[in-house]
């Protein structure tokens, strides 16, 4: 099916690493991407082509993939990590897919 | 400095077409390299792609979407431009311009607009 899926909801203490996943079919054939979005802002590119940073986001963003899951791992989250993280594919008749999003709190 | 920049009415009536503009500035919307394109995000909710388009003029829609809505780009004004049709409540939402990749990276979506929030109401 056409669709990506993450969990609603992910917690990581200060300092430590968290892993955020997308699930879906698409990932089979097509790398995901994923959007940092913050309160009242547009979304940012933040990985691409699995583990990919545009120019200017930390290294501590990084990505991996398998069968159908992508990952973005944020290791040793900072308090300006805290923001909904979206993962986007395409499908084969060049759909734009997203998943639902993933809120992410540092503690 | 790469830069896309919604335009349009903040304010649809329910039944109404809702038109909105992108302006695209620092490069070129002709770029063999790029789509571009429509998401949108209603209040709280999540992204939703709306539609794409190349500079050539080939266009995909959402499925879910794509009885009532247009997607067009005027070169000459490095511009591309989104009609939706008999809007009603449940398109309020903050609409997006945006640049696509192409082929294998027409997911990703390197360059969003700021936003610009629609609210449909009588």
């Known amino acids: 099916s056409s669709e990506l899926t993450q969990d609603p909801a992910v917690s990581v203490a200060l300092g430590q690493t968290v892993r955020i996943t997308c699930q879906g079919d698409?990932?089979?054939?097509?790398?995901a991407s994923w959007y940092q979005q913050r309160p009242g802002q547009a979304p940012v590119l933040v990985l691409y082509?699995?583990?990919n940073r545009p120019s200017g986001i930390p290294d501590r963003f990084s990505g991996s993939s398998s069968g159908d899951t992508a990952s973005l791992t944020i290791t040793g989250a900072q308090a300006e990590d805290e923001a909904d993280y979206y993962c986007?594919?395409?499908?084969?008749?060049?759909?734009?897919?997203f998943g639902g999003g993933t809120k992410l709190t540092v503690l | 400095q790469l830069q896309l920049q919604e335009s349009g009415p903040g304010l649809v009536k329910p039944s109404e077409t809702l038109s909105l503009t992108c302006t695209f500035s620092?490069?070129?919307?002709?770029?063999?390299?790029?789509?571009w394109g429509w998401t949108r995000q209603p209040p709280g909710k999540g992204l939703e792609w709306i539609a794409t388009?190349?500079?050539?003029?080939?266009?995909y829609y959402n499925a879910s979407l794509k009885s009532r809505v247009t997607i067009s780009v005027d070169t000459s004004k490095n511009q591309f431009s989104l009609k939706l049709s008999s809007v009603t409540a449940a398109d309020t939402a903050v609409y997006y311009c945006?640049?696509?990749?192409?082929?294998?990276?027409?997911?990703?979506?390197?360059?969003w607009g700021q936003g610009t929030l629609v609210t449909v109401s009588s």
């Open positions: 945006a640049r696509h990749g192409v082929r294998g990276d027409y997911g990703k979506i390197d360059h």
């Open positions: 620092g490069g070129s919307i002709s770029s063999t390299s790029h789509y």
């Open positions: 388009i190349y500079y050539s003029g080939n266009t």
């Open positions: 698409s990932l089979r054939s097509y790398y």
């Open positions: 082509d699995k583990n």
């Open positions: 986007n594919s395409r499908d084969s008749s060049a759909n734009v897919l």
